[in-house]
């Protein structure tokens, strides 16, 4: 890869992969009002892209909600911190209370964080960041290149199978128990064994370039205001 690329404007593709990890490894070290402003600055950032990044978040945030549920159960009542004498055992301390969301909070950001990532940063032009990333594993021989576009497809396949399942689902009122979850499950299959049928597309990735002086500026800025942010 050489030249300017024809990635997305904005920072290296390359380099908003490594932000994302870098804001993972910081997480759990963050506190309640930390992660209150990741979060925050994240929806901003997705305001600005449009409604449709809001409802794409909100989505994405829906589909874990029984995960969120899971976490506040387990660390309000089923693994709490050792209960004071005097408190009932059903009564969350504060202490519980601001640990569990916490743990809830580090999710919801990282889930916001990825669908942010994904609304801004098509598929392939992610796979060719994962390229330049894994460049040093290229010069030992690896197939980087057709790692990458595997997870192109693959990124580009959930998605598409996800609405397949909804509209199955639709199609066939999975509400009526059993024989609707069955009539669907059918109908999914015939669909995926129709589309496995055509040819499938070659994916092509884009060449991600060489990172600029400013899209270094920006990944230092960026590392360090996810260790900054450590200190709230």
Known sequence: MGG??????????AFRILLLVALAAMLF??????????????LAAAAAGGLDHLQGIRRSLRRIRWLLVSIAVIYLWVAPEPTAAGRAWYLPSQADLVLALRRAGVLVVLVTAVELLKRHTPASVTAAGLVALLRPLAW??????????????????VPATAERVAAA???????????????AAAALIRDIEAGAAAAPGRAELPDAGWPRPRDWLLLAAGVAVCIGLGAL
């Open 4 to 13: 300017a690329g024809v990635g997305p404007p904005g920072l290296h593709p």
């Open 169 to 183: 689902a639709a199609r066939h009122r999975i509400r009526r128990g059993l024989a609707g979850w069955g009539e």
């Open 140 to 157: 030992l021989g690896m197939d980087t290149a057709g790692l990458a576009r595997r997870i192109a497809l693959t990124l580009d396949a």
């Open 29 to 42: 070290r963050y506190s309640l009002a930390a992660l209150v402003v990741v979060e925050a600055l994240l």
